[in-house]
């Protein structure tokens, strides 16, 4: 217990030290690029001074150019094709996994179509399904769909075979065996792929928008690369960038908080 005590604070010294660190790095690569630019050794064409940058995320965030209006217009994209292809993903791959048959009978058309370069077939989808909503949607989902199936493959088929043999020993019932023992088991697995495809699923919303779209964070990118307004394009990143780590930020709470709770907290390396 003391030896616990006595470690707490060089634990909070060494992360304050971290934290430190961190923050003189990136202040000093942002003051080295500010005097590149005001010294004229760098041309604010190509990187703008980060003071620029900054004013214009101010300028954003104060709604100039329906900054809110865009946002709106991504964020829906970007939830409507994820939570889409959540659902299907580990539907679909819950089903492949319990059903060994019909996994081997899809899997060479999954490998198929997962190797297909989505951004090869964001012209079609244009020509299919138009400048839309569902045009979005259906991008955001080709981009989650398949890591999700997959991992949620690779995770049924973790599953501890002695617990199956608890859980048969108990006389549970096929579903129990699926929501109370295989599920569980699976969900680190299954939020392993959720957290990446979050930040591949806003990915493939900004491309789609920058492709073909009125609206949304990738359009406003598009409009400042256009007119060469660096700090604009620089200021698009940055905001849709918060927006990336914000939803894999909701994914790890999620995880941890709802489904993860049971487990003890593992103890950290030193």
């Not at 994820?82 to 539907?91: F, H």
Request: aromatic share 10%; net charge positive; with cysteine.
């Amino acid at each position: 217990m003391s030896t616990s005590r006595t470690d707490a604070p060089a634990a909070r010294s060494r992360r304050a030290g971290l934290v430190l660190g961190q923050v003189a790095l990136l202040a000093g690569v942002l003051a080295l690029c500010e005097a590149l630019v005001r010294g004229n050794m760098v041309s604010s064409l190509y990187l703008p001074a980060p003071t620029d940058v900054l004013d214009e995320v101010v300028l954003l965030l104060s709604g100039e150019n329906g900054f809110y209006g865009n946002l709106a217009v991504t964020l829906q994209e970007f939830l409507t094709g994820y939570l889409l292809a959540v659902a299907a993903g580990i539907l679909f791959g819950l089903f492949l996994a319990l059903v060994p048959l019909a996994e081997a009978f899809f899997r060479p058309f999954l490998a198929a179509l997962m190797a297909v370069p989505k951004v090869t077939v964001i012209p079609l989808l244009t020509l299919w399904f138009g400048l839309g909503l569902g045009h979005k949607v259906i991008i955001v989902f080709l981009f989650c769909f398949f890591p999700i199936v997959y991992n949620t493959i690779a995770g049924v088929k973790q599953t501890s075979a002695d617990h199956l043999k608890v859980a048969r020993s108990f006389r549970a019932s096929r579903l129990q065996v699926v929501t109370k023992v295989v599920l569980p088991s699976a969900v680190p697995t299954i939020f392993a792929a959720l957290r990446v495809e979050a930040a591949a699923a806003l990915v493939g919303a900004i491309f789609g928008e920058m492709v073909a779209s009125k609206a949304g964070l990738g359009n406003g990118l598009t409009e400042a690369t256009s007119l060469y307004d660096t700090p604009r394009a620089f200021a698009f990143i940055i905001l849709i960038t918060l927006v990336s780590v914000t939803s894999v930020t909701v994914i790890d709470q999620l995880e941890k908080r709802v489904f993860l709770k049971w487990r003890p907290r593992q103890s950290r390396l030193r």
